[in-house]
């Protein structure tokens, strides 16, 4: 018999289920409940599974549910099947978990420097599918990251491990025509629109700060949820947003944004990080290394 014919031959296989669920709870209900299923369901699946087989396979005499003679052995093949089968899929599952890579990381930084770089990490290593989960997505994230990228300073007693592989410059950015109007007397971005983060309320301050520039009195300011808005704001000519350096560098380099400020280094460098205590899988080690390297590809800004 080919293995077509085998196929066909087979019963159908929720009226298998049902029946070795019974046969192993001993109980339509506690069967039902195993399969989310109704005690009806169960029964009426049963019953089609016999009557396809022509056999009965419970002696249903007084009141207690028996297998039947000679139905043992049909039983234990049954079981046996649907353990196997069991057996291979969560060996495939924790083979497949094994090449998927799940890493979590803000929308912003997906968007403006991952997602145009993965590609090159997937042709050349095709054997592992990287899934990317954001704030954005973490409502449809049904696994736990196997690593964050991030910046800023986190945990260093061992609850996780990182690993640095990117610099972050950070400076204003506008459009070219905004730039222009920078006055040469005075605070410099008085009559600019300052865009930032809505979460992220010190941000200008801390630039003026760090960067020795008189602060305007009072800015008109807009307000964003996610950093990639405020750039495409500043594309759009409708004020100026503090930028990494790794994000604008094409826009720069094009002429669709100005930097007439230049960038300051931040002594918190892009970095991914893990769990510690366990070794990280194989796929997590290569994807660690190329991001690693990208960094080291990225532009950084000139000094000034």
Not at 120 to 145: G, K, M, N
């Amino acid at each position: 018999m080919d293995s077509v014919s085998r196929l066909k031959a087979l019963p159908n296989l929720t009226a298998l289920k049902a029946f070795d669920a019974l046969v192993r709870s001993g109980s339509v209900s506690r069967a039902a409940d195993a399969l989310g299923v109704t005690p009806g369901a169960v029964s009426r699946q049963v019953k089609q599974l016999e009557e396809e087989l022509g056999f009965a396979l419970f002696d249903r005499s007084g009141g207690k549910l028996t297998l039947s003679p000679g139905a043992d052995d049909f039983a234990a093949s049954i079981a046996g099947a649907f353990d196997q089968m069991a057996m291979a899929t969560t060996t495939l599952k924790a083979e497949v978990r094994q090449n998927e890579l799940v890493i979590a990381c803000s929308p912003s930084f997906h968007f403006c420097w991952l997602l145009a770089r993965l590609p090159s990490f997937e042709a050349a290593h095709r054997d592992i599918r990287v899934v990317v989960h954001t704030a954005l997505s973490t409502h449809a994230a049904t696994t736990q990251p196997d690593a964050i990228i991030g910046v800023g300073h986190w945990p260093t007693d061992g609850r996780l491990r990182q690993r640095g592989f990117m610099e972050l410059h950070s400076g204003p950015v506008m459009a070219p025509a905004l730039a222009a109007r920078i006055s040469p007397a005075g605070p410099p971005l008085a009559n600019i629109r300052h865009l930032r983060l809505r979460r992220d309320s010190t941000i200008w301050r801390d630039w003026y700060e760090d960067a020795g520039v008189p602060p305007a009195d009072a800015p008109d300011e807009a307000a964003f949820d996610h950093l990639f808005l405020t750039i495409e704001a500043a594309r759009a000519g409708l004020g100026a947003a503090i930028a990494p350096y790794a994000y604008v560098a094409d826009d720069i380099a094009t002429g669709l944004l100005a930097a007439p400020f230049g960038f300051l280094e931040r002594k918190v460098p892009y970095h991914i990080a893990w769990a510690g205590g366990i070794e990280p899988k194989a796929a997590l080690r290569v994807f660690t290394e190329w991001l690693v390297e990208e960094g080291r590809r990225t532009p950084q800004p000139k000094k000034s």
